[in-house]
């Protein structure tokens, strides 16, 4: 099958990404152009021209940043700051509620392991309790609103965390009706967005109480890039590392952080104007999916015989990211599934995500500027009959690099 999808052909789009390596994992780590690590070196270099008088209007321009960023994405800057990355910015959330008594979260079994983990010990640390919703992979969007607002009506949690696009399992939740019906009941919302800005045509849920989202991903701003942002005035979340700006109100007290590297921030819109203005937002999001729907299909088809549904239903799948079922029992754990990772780069020259759900093991495919169909038909034709030698071997394909 030849796929048809156009490529990326702007001269100014350009990456320094390894051309001996097929990277369809852009999810995890995001890639930065060459014109944006230009920019970010630019910004250090001016910060080791004069460390003292850099530090010194840091603040200033972290608050300035911080505007144009507010700007593009469409949201209050003086509801939002910067933070590392989402978790980050979840741990910022949970922090402010460590005083409030005993407080119970509710989570779902798609959620990332760092987030959810952070809200557990949220719960334990305040003597409250800490509840899952089950959702099936396959769920409706009104099958999720439902199942997500009974549990809350019987649990009556003190904060819900959810994704707006799940990590593990490449899928949307209609945050926006479940945040709407928590508040009605009295439940306060954490978003977690890390796979929304780039992705999703507007990523900010308004609805929330609490949103973030990183830019380091699809946005391809440089990693340790992400946005928290906040319903109400924000004055309860104060950074994790204290700092001469503690006395501030919210958000500038976000803006001092002391003697880190900045330059992610500060780089941060540059990135998003980059992308926008080379190749378009529109465009590479309907390209990406087009894309990478056709790519999968090469995938699926190589994996006839071996897997029985290897694109399996997620409900509501989301722009540039796609499930694809392992053979066997390959990647059945989270353990199973994270030591997949670096032998198969290694042995095929394929960057890819390794994710597990409810006892089975999948490919977590995506696309970006900088994929093309001979990407996804070097994985049908080399990467998938590794993946199925490896299914059938003694020990389930347990490899080391």
């Known amino acids: 099958m030849t796929i048809s999808s156009p490529g990326w052909s702007d001269p100014q789009l350009r990456w320094t990404l390894d051309p ?238 002391g003697t880190f590297d900045a330059t992610p921030w500060l780089t941060a819109p540059f990135a998003w104007r980059h992308l926008g203005e080379t190749v378009g937002w529109e465009r590479l999001r309907a390209t990406s999916a087009a894309l990478l729907d056709e790519g999968c299909a090469v995938v699926a088809k190589s994996l006839e015989g071996l897997v029985a549904d290897p694109l399996p239903d997620v409900g509501q799948p989301v722009g540039p990211l796609r499930l694809v079922g392992l053979p066997g029992t390959l990647g059945a754990t989270h353990a199973g599934a994270d030591a997949l990772r670096v032998p198969f780069s290694d042995a095929t020259g394929i960057a890819i995500a390794f994710t597990n759900f409810e006892g089975r093991g999948f490919l977590r495919l995506s696309a970006h500027a900088y994929n093309s169909n001979h990407d996804y038909q070097y994985l049908a034709t080399v990467g998938i009959p590794l993946l199925h030698r490896w299914s059938i071997e003694p020990g389930g394909g347990t490899h080391q690099a």
């Open 20 to 257: 001996c390596v097929r990277h369809l994992n852009h999810g995890s780590f995001g890639a930065v152009p060459v014109a944006v690590q230009a920019e970010q070196n630019r910004l250090r270099a001016i910060a080791d021209w004069n460390p003292v008088r850099w530090f010194a209007t840091l603040a200033a321009r972290i608050g300035d940043t911080r505007e144009e960023m507010a700007e593009l994405l469409a949201v209050d800057p003086g509801r939002m700051v910067f933070v590392l990355n989402a978790s980050a910015g979840a741990s910022v959330v949970y922090q402010s509620l460590m005083d409030r008594g005993p407080v119970s979260v509710l989570t779902t079994n798609h959620g990332y392991g760092a987030v959810t983990m952070g809200a557990e010990r949220l719960a334990e640390r305040t003597g409250g309790r800490a509840g899952v919703v089950d959702i099936p992979l396959n769920a409706t969007e009104d099958e999720v609103i439902g199942l997500v607002g009974e549990a809350m009506r019987a649990q009556r949690p003190t904060l819900l965390v959810i994704d707006q696009v799940t990590s593990a399992t490449a899928r949307a939740f209609p945050v926006d009706e479940i945040c709407r019906e928590a508040r009605s009941l009295g439940v306060l919302t954490l978003v977690d967005g890390a796979h929304a800005p780039g992705v999703l045509p507007d990523p900010i849920c308004r609805e929330a109480d609490y949103w973030v989202g990183n830019l380091h991903k699809f946005a391809s701003a440089p990693r340790g890039a992400a946005v928290l942002v906040a319903r109400g005035s924000g004055q309860e979340l104060f950074p994790l590392i204290d700092s001469w700006g503690s006395p501030h109100p919210f958000p500038q007290r976000f803006d001092h952080g």
